[in-house]
């Protein structure tokens, strides 16, 4: 291949990313080509949807449904899978994997459920599977960890990594509009997951997780024992009760090493977090996520979590990472999830139950004279601490009010235990929320 040829992509999934990917690399070829010192070419496009005008100028790429063909292309020495989902997605990477062609993808609900087994197949087959555009959208925080980070142990990931529900909680936060409203004005600004459910039950934020924390931690991806909540059942008194204590609510995906050989912390859930801390402060639909590693100590980074062309600018960077690996014949220079894959770890992961955090709840009782004090006895049989009551509204004949409580540091199990005693009581009308809180960020 002469230099002029340049190295030859071929793309899986023409929709709105593939589509940012298509613009970038056809808008940027000059600048791609200034840093490569060779072009990147994108050669073939596969897609079922052959009809639908993108906007691109697809003059000299062929665009046909074969997507086998394209895999079995010899042009093609990079296959972007940009389908997403399960089935299709993973047999196709493998395929691709198994004729000696790099991927680069932005799927990280196939990488969360099925990484292990792609990322070993490709180890085997000396090619890379790339995956920025998967975590963090448009930021490069897998490449800081990968390589930035490589020295440090790693000791705490924190972030928000769903643009949905960080937009979602801005919103109702700053306009108290209703949760269903606000979650179809993300939809329709292109946010959310095809499955909107994902975006809002955390488990999008979870899969991320899953792949930061095998990153950090030299684990095996393990997504399905990641405790996960998502921001359903919020409401505006939350957001109050938070901001009137110095907080705000944020979706946060959170590992955190207990030291070598020790089980990780890995949970997604809403949290309290200090309303003066960075990452309380990232609004909308942006991401941002905090590093802590024992020599660098805190680092952050922060960007568009989503959207068509922040998510095309990290598949293009990878794109470009491995056609320089292919110039010169270095495939597999750093691994894909940082260790090599026979090194990673089985993960001991903590039982949530043995989670120490201060907590906010919202208890929701008839009030009644002696009802509280059923309230925080049954916290105080279970050794939970109290450290603020709040009682907002007053309630007229029998009507039921929010009691909230903010507790001290407390084990997880015995919070549990103290909540099913509440939930229990007669005087007790809906079951109790709560929210961890985080002070340390
Ligand atoms: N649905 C995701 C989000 C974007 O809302 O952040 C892609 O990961």
Redesign the pocket.
Known sequence: MSSAEGVGVGLLGFGTIGTGVAKVLLRNAAIIEERLGFPLRLVRIADLDTETDRGVDLDGIRFDDDAEGLIADPEVRIVIELIGGYDVARRFTLQSIEAGKHVVT?N?ALLALHGNEIFSAAEARGVDVAFEA??G?GIPVLRALREGLSANHIQAVEGI???????VLTQMEESGEDFEVVLKR?QELG???AD?T??VEGV??AH?LALLAAMSFGVRIDFKRIPTEGIRGLEPLDFQAAADFGYRIKLLAIAKSKGEGRPIEARVHPTLIPSTSMLANVDG?M?AVAIRGDAVGPTLYYGA???ELP?ASAVVGDLMEIAREIRRDAAQRVSPLSYPHGELKDNPLAPLGELTTRCYLRFTAVDRPGVLSHITGALGEEGVGIQSVLQPGRGEAGESVPVLVFTHPAQESAVRRALETVDGLPDVTAPTRLIRIEDEL
Do not use: I
Request: proline content about 4%; cysteine-free.
């Open positions: 932005a990280k998967a975590v959208g990594l769903n643009g949905t529900t960080n937009y993300a946010y959310a997951e909107p994902f975006d999008d934020a991320k639909a991401n979590g989503a959207g998510t």
